[in-house]
């Protein structure tokens, strides 16, 4: 089995992430910051990578357009977050990392776009098998019961105590900077 963490982007999916990996799960990634792998950008054209993650967590991050092939066992889990934060959160994000320069107008449009592509990821994963959907918003202010919807969908194979410790106590609205990073120094 292959758990597909996916969402479009700045949904939680570095943070689901990191709370799989605390929690007893091996993930396929090359970093643990983001939790991504180079691989994933070669799909749909190059899946051979896809044997080595069995029995893994991978991140896929716009699995509507980045296309798993079929014929593998996934479960996924599809994260989710008010469009409005999170489309405030891409514009913060590609400013901080002076990725591009995003005007705020752009927030409404960017907003639209993750509302307009939320059916067809969800249709894209339904499509392989086992889907749970939760919620940006639940993850960080309802840790301990979204913790344990994602133990359930797991087969209870999970830490639940040590996944929580991913989880930073914050509002779920979009934080000024980037807590990735924070986390990133308090490990060293």
């Known amino acids: 089995m292959i758990t597909i963490v996916t969402g479009m982007t700045r949904c939680g999916s570095s943070l689901m992430m990191r709370c799989l990996h605390r929690g007893g799960v091996p993930v396929y990634a090359s970093n643990t ?7 994933m950008l070669t799909l749909p054209q190059h899946t051979a990578w896809l044997d080595r993650c ?30 409005d934060e ?7 994000f590609t400013r901080l990392l002076k990725l591009a320069d995003i005007p705020d107008t752009a927030i409404p ?18 499509a392989l098998g086992p889907v749970l959907q939760l919620t ?6 309802l840790p301990h019961s979204t913790l344990q919807q994602v133990n359930t969908f797991c087969e209870d194979a ?3 105590q040590a996944m929580r410790t ?5 509002s779920p609205l ?9 986390e990133r120094q308090e490990v060293r």
Do not use: W
């Not at 893994?56 to 994260?79: E, M, N, Q, S, W």
């Not at 449009?109 to 894209?124: G, I």
């Open 174 to 182: 979009c934080y000024p900077g980037l807590l990735e990073l924070q």
């Open 166 to 170: 991913a989880i930073i106590p914050r």
């Open 86 to 92: 999170q489309a405030k959160s891409i514009v913060k």
């Open 158 to 160: 999970l830490d639940l």
């Open 54 to 83: 069995q029995g893994h967590a991978v991140k896929v991050l716009d699995a509507h357009r980045y296309r798993l092939p079929p014929g593998r066992a996934y479960r996924t889990i599809l994260l989710t977050r008010n469009p």
């Open 136 to 141: 940006f918003e639940d993850l960080v202010t």
């Open 33 to 39: 910051t983001s939790y991504e792998h180079d691989d």
């Open 109 to 126: 449009q960017l907003a639209l776009s993750l509302r307009e592509d939320l059916p067809r990821l969800q249709a894209a994963m339904c």
